[in-house]
């Protein structure tokens, strides 16, 4: 099975993302320093949690925690603090943007290696049994959720997000 039969538009969704955040820093670049790009990506706004490279840390972490932990059944199946790759592992945006690929580059191995049938077989997740479908559409929906929040951190610094081709 590929992601594109069950979300079709979620690879494209990912596609757009990185595409526009490699814009962005190419934009970024024409005017500022590396150290300044570096920066973009690292702001967190007064009163709040995350910054971009956070936020797509974090977006790998639930990637990789429901692929990895819950339906390949991995172990340790311990939630990271903040539910965070460490920003020490993944200091610069390339890096985290690397990170996030990686991640990805698993849930497609993962999602070859399902069935019709495992879709709905449930797994132990959250507290609960849940099947894997509904953890796959949680992948989907989490990135949805934090792409909005990366494009409003863009925007709080004068920036525009990238721009949607459809």
Do not use: N
């Not at 706004?45 to 956070?54: A, F, K, M, V």
């Not at 390949?72 to 460490?86: A, M, N, T, V």
């Not at 449930?122 to 990135?143: C, G, H, M, N, T």
């Amino acid at each position: 099975m590929k992601i594109a039969d069950l979300y079709p538009y979620w690879e494209r969704e990912r596609d757009m993302l990185f595409e526009g955040l490699d814009q962005v820093v190419q934009t970024l670049g024409q005017t500022m320093t590396p150290d300044e790009v570096e920066r973009v990506f690292d702001w967190i706004p007064g009163g709040g949690r995350r910054s971009i490279s956070d936020t797509l840390r974090h977006m790998a972490y639930v990637e990789h925690y429901i692929t990895e932990k819950l339906i390949l059944d991995r172990e340790p199946k311990d939630i990271l603090l903040g539910s965070l790759f460490p920003k020490s592992d993944y200091p610069k945006h390339a890096d985290v943007l690397k990170l996030m690929h990686d991640v990805h580059a698993t849930t497609v191995i993962c999602y070859a290696g399902l069935t019709t049938a495992d879709l709905k077989r449930e797994v132990p997740a959250f507290r609960r049994k849940l099947p894997i479908e509904r953890l796959l559409w949680s992948i989907v929906q989490e990135e949805a959720h934090h792409r909005g929040q990366v494009y409003i951190l863009l925007r709080m610094q004068g920036i525009p997000p990238p721009q949607r081709r459809d």
